[in-house]
């Protein structure tokens, strides 16, 4: 028997037990005839005694003992003289009868605490040992816990969790495939599924009603800071519901985690159109910890001489408040500075600052303290408060104000720990127009269908008609992140059809994709819709941090590597062989 | 709104209500001025009424619907004149004062009922419409039931659920490896996990304790009957932990799942070693609610002059007790028929009637009644047993026996609905000397370790010494199915480089492909093991099933395709060359 107890378990009621106890050696120090260590498991840390006193031989053993050391040992639970009230365990240790060192450790190349001396690099190397510190071991238990949680709440409104394959068939839209050859089908290949979209709806086709997943989904993309190749969705797809009958599911579903795995009662869940969120934030994810407001100020800025407003689409700005008082005027140029890095490309960042009495702005040998009142009127703004505006073509603009608002909001402390902004983002466009491939794309997926009252236009408009479609497709966003997001789905094949048409498809190419899900349609499919949360994006989310690496127990780098187990790697050429292929190079060599 | 109630739902209580319930047309009958349809959805089957008198228009409209349109209607429950005691709302019915159809639908390609016309291949092509089919949509339903159920088990018991990756590293122990091309890594592969075996023991040097996953598994095999190339497990690992405490923590869930899922209390789950089941029932996973053990007949049955029974190496049988006595002559022909088949190969099939006062045997010439008096002493037999025999090579009879044992129970009623026997198979051999390769393969995987009392004869002993290791590794079965198995793991960095040596892998081989393991284990790894159940089998058998495939929503067909989807296919030349890959028929085509 290893254990009696584990490392998180012994408290004032079990002094005097004889307990055995096994783990890892976290720290120990000696003092004089006494040697202490610290013992760690998953649960927590518990002191072990040595005396030289009482077992010579046994505290000379202890005194060997590395870091990391596996360690069985057996005692008597006993209370601390001083006891340390930040630990579960502080108040009581072990006295060692036994001592046995079940496996060594080298020296780890990085401290195994909370704060680590390791690199990046070295710690994906040894994704175990990092695993090992508190804060990556809670992440992890953090994402079980927040799994389960979800498939209870869900299983309790009656969603079937269903496997659907990972061995599917590669279709061209969207973001690349991973690709399966197939050995038993040679020259053929199957792809790894992007997300379940159109199983799930097979199922609605079939009548499961209500189906969910916590899903494995691919992308071979070329990896941006924070994306992996293989990633996680809570998938969902619901049967005879509207948009309404989603939104309130889902944001049950999002109260509840909240409630059960952080405590956190959230409030409203405040709808806002894709169109006002542009307008007002600059962004389909506005981020509503900040405030700050986007403000026009066209009418009130422009035909007053100053020729940088005179000639732009748009001016447009937000106002700072509170802590912005503080910001001196070195701030600003260095805020200045940074909207003008190439990542925003701001031009120039104009601000006025409310003072007691007056303006003060570099503008203001254009702007008389009348037209500058007018402007402070338009933001609301008052003494101590700063206006920051951008001008410009409209949506590049917007997108830059969109950045320094939320640099304000960092800069001003309003993303507060602990506090959890929920908005859904609704009506986004069906389709969206790209003038480079003169083609139209699907703004959330081609599966998307059009809002009722849109569907006989979709089916007999022309093309500036489609421009203006709007779907029953939503977003939910947290704190500025994009939890998920999803739609009412087409279930009627002439609609699918044209759709397809309207996307450049040739009637062959979607037939030969995607006709399964058109015939399907053709056999009672019922009206459904569905959504999906991104897993890893929930999880760090919801523990207030930006990254959702340390919340994949073993994840790829920026080039799609594992460097603890070094994959991809090369594979043998009977592997090849058996799957009818070659390596380019490889041919190319024969060739010459 | 789609709906107030599902399908399943209305009762007495909702008799005067007025209701909007949305589903499928499962049958309409049309009686002089009445019209009924069944409503059916996941929930249950609901009757709606159209009466003439009451509004001719609607009537005839509900006249016109076709099986499987997707209907939404309302009306008022009332209380049935001729009440269906066999469904759930058969005390009631709607009378529809509204109709709209969904959505039409073809007539299906096979009928949508608990007994189909349809064939394997057709019920393929048109999953969805298959898994509108009551059987096969509750097959899927108890899969989502099982899962969660264990995963609240498993939690409850501290483990934690983590989520190992997909894209890992392809190795060539064991079976084929699906492979995944890297496009950013060009020439290099991914591979699919065949188990996430190496990942959860690096969980366990990392400290998660306790962990398991319901996880998607892949192994590119020539597929047999009942074998899927995505597939599911229940996979599970544990630190600290002896054999005992694996058994124990998984016949508790084994208990656990069978009481609340089918409301099944489990009974003993006894203990037998492989050799032992070997020499009793032919098979390591003997199905024990047969009965009929092997007896061993060489003392009493050689040298008698039957020069068949005198040549063999084993004589050997088993007794046909109770039904059995109903066996006639021409029975047991066809019994000796079907032995003989090429599948099984037995030469012939010898048997002993034991009748009131003597024996028919067809080599009671070569035997006297006392002889023969031994063999019934043996096997314990009395009056109306048949004794069934079969002698030849020692391993091959074993197992011609035990199919013969398994026939035997299906003939005699003896595997009935609602029987489960488990069984652990424990001390399985560590290592299986292959004549063929003149290698050894581990019986179970290279990373089980030898029982502690075996350790240092596998460190230090001779090449016979290595074929009588054993290991702590073992199967649980129920009724005669592997549900799942596992091992004590190796834990020390020699001992698992000594393993891979004897498994044939040169030094730098195993450093290659399991230096990532190996170096783990020098950092404090704990003992640790583990087990997987296979999710899929464990749906059919606790089912009472023989086919995995109706447990698994879109299953592939016996050469790995997906009928419905046509998966595998092939892929753009675009795709191929941002892969750095060619098809081998292509650049064969190229060079000539």
């Known amino acids: 028997m290893y254990r009696t107890h584990n490392c998180g378990e012994l408290r004032m009621t079990h002094v005097g037990q004889e307990v055995t106890l096994s783990g890892w050696l976290q720290a120990s120090r000696d003092f004089g005839s006494m040697t202490f260590i610290d013992m760690r498991d998953r649960y927590g840390i518990t002191q072990l005694v040595f005396n030289i006193e009482d077992d010579e031989g046994l505290c000379a053993e202890a005194r060997k003992l590395g870091r990391e050391f596996v360690l069985r040992i057996s005692g008597v639970v006993r209370e601390r003289s ?3 009230e930040n630990r579960a365990t502080g108040d009581v240790e072990i006295v060692v009868k036994s001592l046995e060192i079940l496996n060594a450790s080298k020296t780890p190349p990085f401290t195994i605490d909370d704060e680590t001396d390791g690199g990046d690099e070295i710690r994906m190397k040894y994704r175990y040992l990092d695993l090992r510190r508190n804060p990556i071991q809670q992440n992890i238990i953090f994402r079980s816990k927040l799994a389960i949680e979800t498939r209870k709440y869900l299983a309790d409104q009656n969603f079937v969790e269903v496997e659907t394959p990972c061995l599917i068939k590669s279709t061209p839209e969207g973001a690349r495939d991973f690709v399966v ?101 600059g962004s389909d994810k506005p981020d509503l910890r900040i405030g700050m407001e986007f403000v026009e ?34 701030d600003i140029k260095k805020l200045t500075e940074w909207m003008q890095r190439p990542q925003i490309g701001a031009k120039g960042l104009v601000y006025v600052k409310v003072e007691a009495g007056g303006f003060k702005s570099p503008v203001g040998k254009f702007y008389s303290d009348e037209d500058l009142t007018k402007w402070v009127e338009k933001f609301g703004a008052k ?31 309003l993303m507060k720990e602990g506090d959890f902004k929920p908005l859904w983002v609704l009506d986004f466009p ?92 053709e056999f009672g499919a019922p009206p459904h819709g569905g959504i999906a949360f991104g897993f890893d994006r929930l999880c760090a989310v919801m523990s207030g941090q930006s990254s959702i690496r340390d919340f994949i127990a073993f994840p790829k780098n920026n080039t799609g590597r594992d460097i603890m187990i070094d994959a991809p790697s090369t594979i043998d050429n009977t592997q090849l062989d058996e799957l009818s292929l070659k390596l380019e190079e490889e041919s190319s060599a024969a060739k010459e």
Chains 1, 2 share one sequence.
């Open 82 to 84: 001083n006891k340390n």
């Open 181 to 281: 050859p197939s050995r038993m089908n040679a020259g053929q290949f199957y792809a790894l599924p992007q997300s379940p979209q159109t199983f799930k709806q097979l199922l609605m086709v079939a009548g499961l009603d209500k189906y969910f997943q916590i899903v494995k989904c691919f992308r071979d993309e070329d990896l941006r800071a924070d994306r992996q190749p293989e990633f996680t969705q809570i998938d969902c797809e619901m049967s005879f519901v509207t948009q309404e009958d989603i939104l309130n599911t889902f944001e049950g579903l999002t109260r509840y985690l909240f409630n059960t795995t952080i405590g956190i009662e959230l409030g409203d869940f405040p709808r806002m159109s894709y169109d006002d969120a542009l307008r007002l934030y």
């Open 297 to 330: 100020l066209n009418d009130v800025a422009k035909g007053k001489g100053f020729p940088v407003f005179d000639s732009a689409e748009l001016v447009v700005g937000i106002c700072a408040s509170g802590e912005a008082a503080n910001f001196s005027n070195k």
């Open 383 to 413: 003494e101590g408060d700063i206006l920051f505006i951008l001008s410009g073509e409209e949506e590049k603009t917007r997108k830059q104000l969109s950045e320094l608002r939320l640099e304000m909001g960092k800069r001003m402390g």
């Open 430 to 521: 069906l389709l969206e127009w790209d003038e480079d491939s003169n083609r139209f794309h699907a703004m959330h997926h081609p599966f998307t269908a059009p809002k009722k009252d849109d569907v006989s236009r979709m089916l007999n408009g022309d093309h500036e008609t489609m421009k203006s479609l709007r779907a029953d497709a939503y977003d939910l966003v947290i704190n500025g992140s994009e939890i998920g997001g999803g739609s009412i789905r087409i279930h009627d094949r002439e609609l699918q059809s044209k759709n397809f048409d309207l996307l450049g498809f040739t009637k062959e190419e979607a037939e030969a994709q995607f006709g399964f899900l058109m015939g399907a349609f």
